[in-house]
């Protein structure tokens, strides 16, 4: 009875730690919420009921179950047979069943025996405890279970057990106090804001509830974070729930640190005597002169933890704080650059860098400039010189000294003026050099000085260019070509001053006839004085261009300058002699006529041919003044050329007397004299040498500036200077190495003559290829309005929609010639007819307008429509211009690849011109070509002919060709195909195919010339240059309706870069009137 009480006790307690753990499983996750706590007391009291129902359904079963002493005495029977009957009898007996049959002795004498007899029963074998057994296994893997569960996630079972001792723990309670995170925050404006909330209960209605610029919205929450994007303003903010809210927090929002306002006062240098002054400019730009002492004083928007002022030289100074946003600064102003401020607020964000720039001004250095002589000048007999000469400072002059040397003496110094505080002063001063023993040929050297009262950081001072006085002696060449040109272009300045006044008292006498359409007897006399100066004029342009032709023959004779620039100046001095141009005679004529009978509109037409004319000879001879001033670059180039291969010539001359004097074993130190004076010649030579380099590259003439600077240093690579120094004392020594030391200065001369050669020919090359780009950028600008104003010829409008539009090409081709005549030397390269036709493109302008603005309306279309041919003669002088060859002396490689180049340019135009007409030919209905389409086919076979013919006299001109560019028979032989396909009217895609080949092999041409090494010297004869001009029977019908429709395809229809042969292909057109 025992073992099945236990039993049934474990069996009991197994279930009720199994269903605790399926119990706590299900409410586990239901605790998270407020929500289910309905849902844990259900299932709270069903576990209770489940429990007890247990419990009762194992105590009924126990007691039901419970076995009898019948029963028990039946085991027992059963299990001892021997002994049953005293077993059963005793049972019996206990039950009373036989107690009145029997006596007490007996019955109590059957029950002990029955008593001894149980004592002896092994009862684990009549009643085994197998259930007992397994009842004790469920019960252990009950246990275990339930602590696998604790230990995995005690809190399962804990609260497992909460819910079942006090299910009313759950009962919703809402805390009233909201936590809110970050609460009162300082943010950078366009920041964002996460805000976390706790505790945060889903299942009731939580909002967030935002104030900003006095305006409340409230969000809906949905989970315990909530962002604010962008914030861009301070604002409030506060959680609340159905049982609760937070504080109310603040946003603070600052913007990057900024400078609200900066103020400038300026403590200026004493000497100056300026005011001092104070600027209001946020922009914080200083502009004062150097020494001038700066506070600044800034406003910002934000309270500062530094705050600093960055120069641009790396030097940083702290800020003064002045008050919660205001800081100062101050710092003396020595040079010109730039500085910022570097401010970091207390959300350590920092400003933008923004830089300020501090332009130191100058102090100017004085200026002093001797008026006479102004030149060098030979020393008269009283061996004295008045100098009459100017100063100035900008404030002030402190004192004035002459510097002068005898020779290559030492420099003396005499003070001429002191402690003088006028910004500018005149004086004269009588220089007496009698003093100084001078004999023929000696130079004295002398030059002018100023000091200003500059005191920071020092006094600067000035001087004069240094002139000499010459103790008769033979003038140098160069400057005699100097002083013969300077004299001309003075000449030619003072002219053209004149005649700038002359117009202007000419277009003041033309206003006043234009407005009363009459001249008083006064007005016609200033006129007649006018045509009497322009006559002058006229006539002094021509005695200078005479002049300046003996100049040239002067120069030639000698050899003064380069050929390139020999032709230039002979080309200048052509232009000089068309200054006074037949045009402007015959203008002057007729004004004097127009003067005497003619009718006010015939006086009209006399004043503005002669405006015309008179407008043509000042651009003339301004432009002629410029190109004599442009040129003098490349005469200081040739005379560098000169003055090295002088060096070299004295240097080999140097060298055989040397050789000459060891072969006969005489003494060298006589020698050494002349080797030193090589010596200081080339120092002085590499300081000029250095001062022209610098002159080329402020001219833009880099590639010619570097390969000099490059012949520079390889002179200082090889050592030169001290290889004539240690040839002049091995001379001095008598020391026959003398003669290997002499060898490599003469190699050294001829390598840095070859640089200047190799300099000359850059800046040459480089010019031409300028003027080129200039003559195309300009004719492009032609061409643009050229068409804008063919657009204009068919159209009516009224006067001011004509007057607005024309004014808008006159400007703009205006603003494209004399962008183009910027360069001086460009009449050099051009058509010569360019410029009467750009003058004449303007009269027909001013015309125009002036028919507008008389109400002449009847000829505005013959106005419109000679302003177009005008244009047109303009261009068409640009496209002869392109097609000139550049005269120049580059070796037969150069000629070559030019003439290549030319002809796949002109096969490459020829291409997009065939392509165009057949696709035109496809196009109609008929497929064959029209009679206009023939005649374009015929021309373009023309000028394919002319490709083949130059392609085979440049194969006779430069046998070496052939070697250089591989077997060009196929070349030769689709050029003949093509011609034949041409010539009868054949135009298909094969006919395009070949083209294209033809034009590969000519640019692989071009680049197998290219890809050959040059560097090596070799001499050759250069075949003369011819001009590969379009025959006459083949010239283009520009007009041409048809033409005009193929190069408008082929704008239309190729990419932008193809326009560029389109425009080359024109340089073969002319017009009928031409």
């Known amino acids: 009875m025992l073992g099945k009480l236990t039993a049934h006790i474990l069996y009991t307690f197994s279930i009720l730690i199994l269903l605790f753990i399926v119990f706590s499983f299900i409410v586990y996750p239901l605790t998270n919420s407020y929500s289910h706590y309905q849902t844990l007391l259900i299932l709270s009291l069903i576990e209770n009921v489940l429990a007890a129902g247990i419990l009762i359904y194992f105590t009924i079963s126990f007691f039901i179950k419970l076995p009898s ?36 002795e007996i019955i109590c004498k059957t029950i002990d025996d029955a008593d001894r007899q149980a004592e002896k029963l092994q009862y684990s074998e ?51 106090n909201i936590q809110v995170q970050p609460g009162n925050v300082t943010l950078l404006k366009g920041s964002n804001l996460t805000i976390s909330i706790k505790p945060f209960y889903p299942e009731l209605l939580t909002q967030i509830h935002i104030e900003q610029q006095r305006r409340w919205k409230t969000a809906n929450l949905t989970q315990d974070t909530y962002t604010i994007y962008s914030i861009t303003d301070s604002l409030h903010y506060a959680i609340s729930n159905e049982y609760g809210n937070s504080d109310t927090f603040s946003v603070k929002v600052l913007e990057k640190p900024i400078i609200k306002d900066l103020v400038l006062h300026y403590d200026y240098p004493d000497y100056t005597k300026l005011q001092d002054r104070t600027q209001q400019d946020v922009s914080g730009k200083i502009i004062a002169i150097k020494g001038t002492a700066i506070r600044e004083e800034i406003t910002v928007n934000n309270e500062l933890t530094e705050f600093r002022i960055v120069f641009s030289d790396g030097s940083s100074k702290e800020l003064k704080k002045t008050g919660l946003y205001t800081y100062e600064t101050s710092f003396i102003v020595e040079q010109s650059g730039t500085y910022h401020f570097y401010l970091k607020d207390v959300l350590r964000n920092t400003n933008n860098i923004i830089d300020r720039t501090i332009f130191a001004e100058e102090d100017f250095p004085p200026k002093i400039e001797i008026i006479l002589p102004g030149k060098d000048k030979i020393l008269a007999q009283n061996m004295q010189e008045l100098i009459d000469f100017t100063a100035s400072d900008d404030f002030g002059v402190q004192k004035v000294e002459i510097l002068y040397k005898k020779n290559d003496g030492e420099y003396l110094k005499k003070t001429i003026l002191d402690t003088t505080e006028l910004t500018t002063l005149s004086g004269q001063w009588t220089f007496d050099v009698s003093d100084h023993e001078l004999l023929p040929g000696d130079v004295i050297f002398y030059y002018l000085q100023v000091h200003d009262n500059c005191t920071f950081p020092e006094s600067q001072s000035a001087k004069t260019k240094i002139y000499l006085l010459k103790f008769p002696s033979i003038e140098e060449l160069y400057e005699e070509i100097q002083r013969e040109q300077q004299g001309n272009m003075d000449e030619m300045s003072q002219s053209l001053e004149e005649s700038k006044e002359n117009k202007e008292k000419f277009d003041e006498l033309r206003r006043k006839f234009l407005k009363n359409e009459e001249l008083d007897w006064q007005e016609k006399e200033g006129l007649k004085q006018i045509i009497e100066k322009q006559k002058e004029l006229a006539q002094k342009a021509e005695e200078t261009a005479e002049e300046y032709r003996e100049f040239i023959d002067q120069i030639e004779k000698n050899k003064a300058v380069a050929e390139e620039t020999l032709e230039k100046l002979k080309q200048i001095q052509e232009l000089m002699q068309e200054i006074a141009t037949p045009e402007l005679e015959e203008a002057m004529k007729k004004l004097q006529e127009a003067m005497q009978n003619l009718s006010p509109e015939q006086m009209k037409r006399a004043l503005d041919q002669f405006k015309f004319s008179q407008e043509e000879f000042n651009k003339k001879l301004e432009q002629t003044l410029k190109m004599l001033k442009s040129i003098q670059l490349e005469q200081e180039l040739q005379k560098a050329l000169q003055q090295a291969e002088e060096l070299e010539k004295l240097q080999n001359g140097l060298n055989e007397q040397t050789k000459q004097r060891i072969d006969k074993q005489k003494e060298l ?3 050494s004299e002349s080797q030193k004076e090589i010596g200081e010649k080339y120092d002085k030579f590499s300081k000029d040498l250095a001062e022209l380099a610098k002159k080329l590259a402020d001219n833009d003439e880099k590639n010619a500036a570097n390969e000099l600077e490059k012949g520079m240093q390889q002179a200082k690579m090889s050592k030169l200077s001290k290889q004539l120094q240690q040839a002049t004392q091995q001379l001095e020594n008598n020391n026959q190495n003398a003669q290997n030391s002499q060898q490599n200065i003469s190699l050294s001369f001829s390598d840095l003559k070859n640089s200047i050669k190799m300099c000359q020919s850059m800046m040459q090359s480089s010019l031409q290829s300028e003027y080129q780009k200039l003559v195309k950028k300009t004719l492009n600008a032609l061409l643009y309005f050229s068409e804008k104003q063919e657009k204009f010829l068919d159209e009516t409008y009224s006067a001011y929609d004509i007057l607005d539009r024309e004014i808008v090409i006159y400007e703009g081709i205006k603003n494209a010639v004399n962008t183009f005549f910027s360069e001086p030397l460009i009449l050099l ?27 002449r309306n009847h000829n505005i279309h013959r106005d419109k429509m000679e302003i177009y041919n005008a244009m047109n003669l303009m261009i068409i002088d640009l496209l002869l211009s392109a097609n000139r060859q550049p005269q120049s002396s580059g070796g037969s490689m150069q000629q070559l690849l030019q003439q290549l180049q030319q002809m796949s340019q002109g096969q490459q135009t020829l291409n997009m011109l065939t392509q165009a007409l057949l696709e035109q030919m496809l196009g109609q209905q008929q497929g064959r070509l029209t009679a206009e389409q023939r005649q374009m086919l015929d021309r373009i076979a023309g000028n394919q002919q002319q490709i083949k013919e130059n392609f085979e006299r440049m194969l006779r001109d430069f046998p070496e060709a052939e070697k250089l560019m591989g077997n060009l028979e196929g070349l030769r032989q689709e050029l003949k195909e093509v011609l034949e396909r041409m010539n009868k009217g054949i135009i298909d895609e094969k006919l395009i195919k070949q083209q294209h080949n033809i034009l590969s092999r000519l640019l692989d041409a071009q680049r197998s010339i290219h890809e050959r090494d040059f560097s090596k010297q070799r001499k050759s004869e250069i075949p003369e240059m011819e001009n590969w001009e379009l025959p006459d029977s083949l010239k283009l019908d520009s007009n041409s309706t048809k033409v005009r429709d193929i190069l408008k395809y082929i704008n239309e229809h190729y990419p932008q870069e193809y326009h560029r042969l389109i425009k080359e292909y024109l340089e073969s057109i002319q017009n009928e009137d031409q």
Do not use: C, W
Not at 140 to 156: A, D, K, M, Q
Not at 831 to 854: G, I, Y
């Open 69 to 104: 002493l019948e029963h028990v005495a039946e085991r027992i029977a059963k299990h001892d047979p021997e002994n049953s009957e005293i077993i059963l009898s005793a049972y019996e007996l206990e039950r009373q069943v036989l107690r009145d049959e029997y006596s007490d």
């Open 126 to 176: 009549i009643f085994p405890a197998n259930s007992l057994i397994k009842a004790l296994r469920i019960f252990i893997f009950s246990v275990v279970t339930l602590s696998i569960v604790f230990l995995i996630n005690s809190s399962i079972v804990i609260t497992g057990f909460k819910v079942l001792d006090k299910p009313e723990s759950f009962a919703p309670h809402y805390e009233k």
């Open 669 to 671: 130190s006589d020698l």
């Open 829 to 855: 390269m051009i058509d010569p007819r360019f410029p009467h036709h750009a003058a004449m493109t303007m009269n027909r302008f001013e015309q125009m307008f002036d028919n507008l603005s008389q109400n």
